[in-house]
């Protein structure tokens, strides 16, 4: 079956609707409506096709980040560093920071990280924020993190590793964003259907269409996502529970 791509699935959203006017209802406000419940269906279930790889570096050049889940990186005597400075030589040495990364980019939950490469050896354990701060606190820097723990938008390894850091995350990802009639992503190449449903149900909602046909594809789209979920290996919203796992 070949894959659709966004034009593709736009057309087949507007099949099902009466908004074959184009000036009232742009390709492009419904691509934005199919990357809004395409991230959706992601924050809420755990969709098979979603889950992939992704990794976060920090060296001199990727230092700063818009987040306040980590702290600014220090001098030792206290005084904030700059990305200029850090990029010049400066190496930050608070461990609040040195401990912390952010999430790679587009991930929403992380199921498994590894340090500096992708091996059985590297992979961290997982521990709830409690308990890592337990077992970690604001330790000294310079070690090879044995564990993880989420805290905010940022992931904690402890004990508290060097500078240079780079881990890799699998977890349930974003899609790619759809933008232009060629565009393909994770739900035009495994749920276009889900994804067609779901944009349909928005359209409805935002009023693009009659009141009268709120929930039309109540039916399809609960079917679709049944689908997808089988082949995710679950039905439901299953909780993570911490394993304390320690390496030997």
């Not at 889950?51 to 306040?68: H, I, L, Q």
């Not at 594809?217 to 679950?234: H, T």
């Amino acid at each position: 079956m070949t894959t659709p791509n966004a034009g593709e699935l736009e057309d087949r959203v507007r099949s099902w609707l009466t908004s074959y006017n184009k000036q009232k209802l742009t390709p492009e406000a419904i691509y934005g409506l199919m990357n809004e419940a395409g991230n959706e269906l992601v924050e809420l279930f755990d969709l098979w096709f979603c889950k992939a790889w992704g990794s976060v570096a920090r060296d001199a050049d990727n230092a700063v980040w818009e987040t306040d889940a980590i702290v600014p990186p220090l001098r030792a005597d206290g005084s904030p560093l700059t990305s200029t400075e850090i990029g010049a030589g400066a190496v930050p040495v608070n461990a609040p920071y040195l401990r912390a990364v952010p999430y790679p980019d587009r991930l929403l939950r992380p199921r498994r990280a590894y340090l500096g490469t992708i091996t059985k050896d590297s992979e961290l354990a997982f521990l709830m924020e409690d308990e890592f701060e337990n077992e970690y606190d604001f330790d000294s820097a310079g070690n090879t993190p044995e564990a993880y723990a989420l805290s905010g938008d940022s992931i904690l390894l402890g004990p508290t590793p060097g500078f240079d850091v780079t881990l890799w995350v699998q977890g349930y990802y974003q899609p790619q964003q759809l933008e232009e009639e060629e565009d393909e992503n994770e739900f035009t190449r495994h749920g276009h259907t889900l994804l067609v449903y779901a944009t349909q149900n928005l359209i409805i909602k935002y009023n693009y269409e009659e009141e009268v046909r709120a929930n039309l594809f109540a039916p399809e789209f609960g079917k679709a996502l049944r689908a997808a979920l089988a082949q995710s290996g679950r039905v439901g919203d299953v909780a993570r529970q911490s394993v304390f796992q320690r390496k030997g």
